[in-house]
């Protein structure tokens, strides 16, 4: 199972996600910050859980490209 959380009411709309792992992130027309596509929002945390693990990779690259830190990836 991969799960990724985005949070985000901290996130600053740099696009770095979206450059990353344009198949997972897009940017919001409303507001100009992330949006964690096909996720659950609970209490400002938006998580995808998914038993495809390719989705790990794209994962981690938008983890890692994110200056704020508001991207976390896990693999079970």
Do not use: W
């Not at 990353?20 to 897009?26: C, D, G, I, S």
Request: charged residues 25%; positive net charge.
């Amino acid at each position: 199972m991969v799960i990724i959380t985005l949070q985000r009411d901290k996130c600053i709309g740099c696009n770095y996600c979206v450059e990353m792992a344009p198949t997972l992130f897009q940017m919001s027309k409303k507001d100009g910050k992330s949006v964690l596509l096909k996720s659950v929002n609970t209490k400002g945390f938006h998580t995808l859980k998914s038993p495809d693990h390719t989705l790990a990779e794209l994962g981690e690259l938008a983890e890692k490209a994110c200056p704020v830190h508001i991207i976390s990836m896990k693999e079970t």
